[in-house]
């Protein structure tokens, strides 16, 4: 043996080391995001969680760039992606709402999907499929990619503001009550006039509006096929 080559290991592994799996790891992940955001996870924290080394992630995953990109390709891997049926408007308004179903299981994550360059089967399924749909519509594929880009940004932005913004709004009678009167007292008479509708949140409403605006602009810039 080369007197430069490490030692094999003896003994025991570490503690923990031997339930270590890429599932295990994505759910400490998402663990550490759910409790404090994005930005708390790291080796560190998600081994933490774990219960073993930090240097024993690194058998599975890339860093903390890797532990990111895991868990968007298990949310956008976990979309039920329903079958097209012709329908331009019907198709993307389908896949729109299953993607709220997967990423809602996250809603902390969701904004991963944004920034992550994924590769993986499972990751580029929903791009596919948007892209068919898009494809059959008339849409070139520089225009398509645009929108795209577009519809997702769209969609993530209208799933963080429901997951942040409808705790705080609540639905019951006295919050709703207590919102329209701060609103009332900002002597600003838009806000005044529109007061009623600014105190009420409803999650359902507010995503299916953003699905059917997005739409709408998207079709605004179909080809003759849209």
Do not use: C, W
Request: aromatic letters at 4%; hydrophobic letters at 50%.
């Amino acid at each position: 043996m080369n007197s430069t080559e490490p030692a094999p290991r003896r003994g025991r592994p570490p503690k923990g080391a031997s339930r270590l799996s890429r599932d295990a790891i994505v759910a400490a992940t998402l663990a550490v995001i759910g409790g404090e955001g994005v930005a708390a996870v790291s080796m560190r924290t998600v081994a933490k969680v774990l219960g073993v080394d930090p240097k024993s992630l690194y058998n599975h995953v890339d860093g903390k760039e890797g532990l990111l990109d895991a868990v968007a390709e298990r949310i956008l891997g976990a979309i039920e992606l329903p079958a097209p049926g012709g329908d331009t408007r019907d198709d993307l308004r389908r896949i729109a709402h299953a993607f709220r179903a997967s990423a809602f299981a996250h809603p902390e994550a969701a904004s991963l999907v944004l920034t992550r360059r994924l590769g993986s089967t499972a990751a580029l399924a929903p791009t596919d499929a948007v892209l068919r749909v898009l494809a059959a519509a008339g849409f070139p594929p520089d225009r398509a990619v645009h929108v795209l880009r577009f519809l997702l940004a769209a969609l993530t932005g209208a799933l963080l503001r429901e997951h942040q913004a409808a705790p705080d709004f609540g639905t019951e009678a006295t919050a709703v009550d207590a919102r329209r009167a701060v609103l009332d007292s900002a002597a600003l008479p838009a806000v005044a006039a529109a007061a009623d509708h600014l105190a009420r949140f409803d999650r359902d409403a507010e995503f299916a509006f953003t699905v059917e605006a997005a739409i709408d602009a998207v079709m605004v810039q179909a080809g003759p096929a849209g």
